[in-house]
């Protein structure tokens, strides 16, 4: 059966629920959980279309999108970390420094 | 069948524990005392269901179940005997004979780590928290140095695949002879990672009251203790899969029996069973020779001693093969 | 077949949006989880099984266990949420959400994908000796820069991940 429509739409899905996460969360941590959705449904896209389209070059770059972002997961904590060090709190409004 | 040899550690370990320490162990319930275990989970299935003042009573329930499926999922992969064809058909002696077994032994192992965490920190104590969190850094630096050693062992053999694995150390072509450090290395991090002594500050009762189990009573705590002594044959199961022939061993009985292929794969479990057995026996000695280590000096022996060495393992390895030396 | 694509593609669209909406980041953190499970049983369904591994070992059993970390270590309270759900930003944020999700479905839905558009997959599969074989190929010589320069960039995040977290002596 063909359930490539299904595979796509469920990526488009959570990619969307990650772009409403990242506009509407305040919690820093939420916003970067979001983040991390809408790298994982480029992911399934990448997977869904290397297999429909009988190439292996969709999942090499599943591997590769998936150490980005194991780095970037690791950078972004790290900062959050930080401004938690200085600010005490990781609530988005609070960290409105350079706003006019 | 291979799961109640969990039960059967609680005993064992006690008896061999009792025989290092010049005194007898349990001897009352049942002929030797093996009923024991049996004992422990009535006596535990009747205590008190209690929760205690906590924020999140499902994460409270949770933690020791995602301990117990964790440890249980990894027996899916590991070989009890060679393929069996029974009237041509041919039956797997494994739950699941995947392609990329060992991957996949390493990807659930790595998912130990969420029920002590869940545990330690749903508990509302400041003892279980550090416990928790202590625990699983420990396991999480441990996963690397095992992860590593893996890798070497898996550059020899050419596969993930467990079963070829075990068929290619037929002939008493074993692992260890052939990767002496990769054993030495993953037998370090598998105690590590089952948090058993001499890595079980975690768990230390004179250390940190009881670590991540110790808000938990009655068959939760019965499921985290269930959950840590599958983990330990999970582990020896692993290590006799990689390192020590899997299955083989008995052919020359078999030989001699001049044996159907049901009876083959009968014996060859019981080969598996008893290598198994052996290594938990030498689990268990370790856990009543050597004192404990200190939590900095677990996190230095992981990061600074025994990853350096499991790369160059790795290294080494793969300048061997590339030479044509295996 | 066809309803563990549909039972999975639902699991994971409704933890997903469980992860937005938990007050409490735990909670969300373990939804996160259970997405991430649920794409990679969509991952072996697609018969990337190599990757679906990785996912489990790299995203659910590391990044994920890092989250948790943080949010222990933070010790946050439950942002109060429900006072200010329906704020008219945040309703916008959700209507423009939801265009972009029309759009992608409406692009989805009425443009024929499948077709022999590639010759990889089968061919290098069965050739290559198994799906393992087959990706590591491609991946040592194809992308081997790609390869290369992923373990630098790995290099540079823990280097900068040790800077941003060390007491200042």
Redo the contacts between chains.
Sequence with gaps: ??????????S??????????V?????A??F???I??ML?AA??AF???????????G??F???V??????????G??????I?KNRKT??LYDLRLLQG | MFISMAPLLVWFERRVAAFIQDRLGPNRVGPIGILQPVADGIKLIFKEEFFPALS?KV?YFLAPCISLFVSLFVFAVIPFAAPVEINGKILYPQVAN???GM??V???S??G??GI??GG?SSNNKYS?LGG?RA??QM?SY?LTMGMSVAAVVLFFGT?DLQKIVETQSGFHWGVIFQPVSFFLFLVAALAESNRVPFDLPEGETELVGGYHTEYGGMKFGGFLFAEYLNIVTLSGMMVTLFFGGYNGLEWFSNLVDASPVLNAVIQFSAFSIKTLLLLFFFVWVRWTYPRFRYDQIMRLGWKILLPISIGNLLVTAMLIYWGVF | ??WF??GF?AL??AS??M??TRR???????Y??L??FC?AA??VL??????A???????????M??????????N?DP?KMIVEYFQTP?MI??I???L??GF??FV??TNN??????????V??TQGG???K??SS??FT??LL?FEV?SI??L???V??VV??KRKV
């Excluded at chain 1, 488009?12 to 996460?21: D, K, N, P, Q, W």
Aim: negative net charge; charged residues 10%; hydrophobic residues 65%.
């Design positions: 059966m063909d359930y490539s429509g299904v595979m796509l739409v469920t488009a899905a959570i990619f969307t629920i990650g772009v409403a996460g506009l509407i969360r305040r919690n941590l939420i970067f959980m979001s991390e959705l994982n992911n399934l997977a869904s279309f290397s297999y429909f389209l009988n190439s292996l070059d999942q090499v599943v591997f590769f998936m150490m980005v972002a194991a780095a970037e997961a690791a950078v904590l790290g900062i959050i970390i930080a938690f990781v609530d | 999140n994460l995947l392609n990329i991957l996949y390493l990807a659930i790595s998912l780590v969420y965490m869940i920190w928290l969190l699983s850094s999480i996963e993930f | 077949m066809d694509v549909y593609s994971a669209i997903a949006i992860v937005i409490n980041p735990i909670i969300s953190a373990l996160l989880c997405t991430l794409l969509l991952f697609l018969e990337a099984y190599f990757i591994a990785v996912q489990v070992l790299v995203y659910a059993g590391a990044v266990v890092l989250f948790i970390f943080v949010i222990m270590l933070l946050l942002e945040r944020s959700v423009s959400a939801l972009l999700f992608l479905t989805f839905w994908i499948t077709g022999e558009r590639g010759y990889d997959f089968p290098q599969i198994g799906h393992l087959a990706m491609k991946l194809t992308f790609a992923t960039l790995l540079v995040a823990i900068g991940a941003l977290a």
